[in-house]
T-cell receptor
Framework: RKEVEQDPGPFNVPEGATVAFNCTYS??????FFWYRQDCRKEPKLLMS???SGNEDGRFTAQLNRASQYISLLIRDSKLSDSATYLC???????????FGTGTRLTIIP | GAVVSQHPSRVICKSGTSVKIECRSL??????MFWYRQFPKQSLMLMAT?????????EQGVEKDKFLINHASLTLSTLTVTSAHPEDSSFYIC???????????FGPGTRLTVL
């Protein structure tokens, strides 16, 4: 089983729609969780950290379910500029190393 | 804040040569930096953790004699790909964690092509 699993997609979504991504992780001791976005041939950029209570940043909402070892990202009112690969990233406890999912590719269609 | 730079952004070299990639934290000091490699349509794979003033820690399967890492100052880590071969062609990305913060910030990456 992969340490971090994501549906690779692609997700092709019309502009203005709401889209949700899910991610599962295998290490129950993991302590930190993030969503990064990566544009084609570019480096990953931090989108948001994910907290146990859930958190929102504008059109983006992230949630964490520790019992199910599950992380989600919701994008509302999607824009063309949201087209990218979204990476679920986990950091095991007591360890600075990050473990990346394979990413979910999103394309917003005009 | 939290800007990480890399140089060069792109390099093309002949098989057998060595290539040095620099990673700098521009507005913070980083005692630890990380080097990743990403092949097309794959996710980032951690190669090694670079520790300022001490030896790097390599991930399983990464040859330390082939991928030399030096972290001589709190703002600079270098990765040298020695005797490069075409299979080393990849996108190499470094990252650093800002002290006191949870997240890591990535450099813009170096695209290496070995002919």
């Amino acid at each position: 089983r992969k340490e971090v699993e994501q549906d690779p997609g692609p997700f092709n979504v019309p502009e203005g729609a709401t889209v949700a991504f899910n991610c599962t992780y295998s290490n129950s001791a993991s302590q930190s969780f993030f969503w990064y976005r990566q544009d084609c041939r570019k480096e990953p950029k931090l989108l948001m950290s994910v907290y146990s209570s859930g958190n929102e940043d504008g059109r983006f909402t992230a949630q964490l379910n520790r019992a199910s070892q599950y992380i989600s990202l919701l994008i509302r009112d999607s824009k063309l500029s949201d087209s990218a690969t979204y990476l679920c990233v986990v950091r095991p406890g007591g360890n600075e190393k990050l473990t990346f999912g394979t990413g979910t590719r999103l394309t917003i269609i005009p | 804040g939290a800007v990480v730079s890399q140089h060069p952004s792109r390099v093309i070299c002949k098989s057998g040569t060595s290539v040095k990639i620099e990673c700098r934290s521009l507005d913070f000091q980083a005692t630890t930096m990380f080097w990743y490699r990403q092949f097309p349509k794959q996710s980032l794979m951690l190669m090694a953790t670079s520790n300022e003033g001490s030896k790097a820690t390599y991930e399983q399967g990464v040859e330390k004699d082939k991928f030399l890492i030096n972290h001589a100052s709190l703002t600079l880590s270098t990765l040298t790909v020695t005797s490069a071969h075409p299979e080393d062609s990849s996108f190499y990305i470094c990252s650093a964690r800002v002290p006191g913060r949870n997240e890591q910030f990535f450099g813009p990456g170096t695209r290496l092509t070995v002919l």
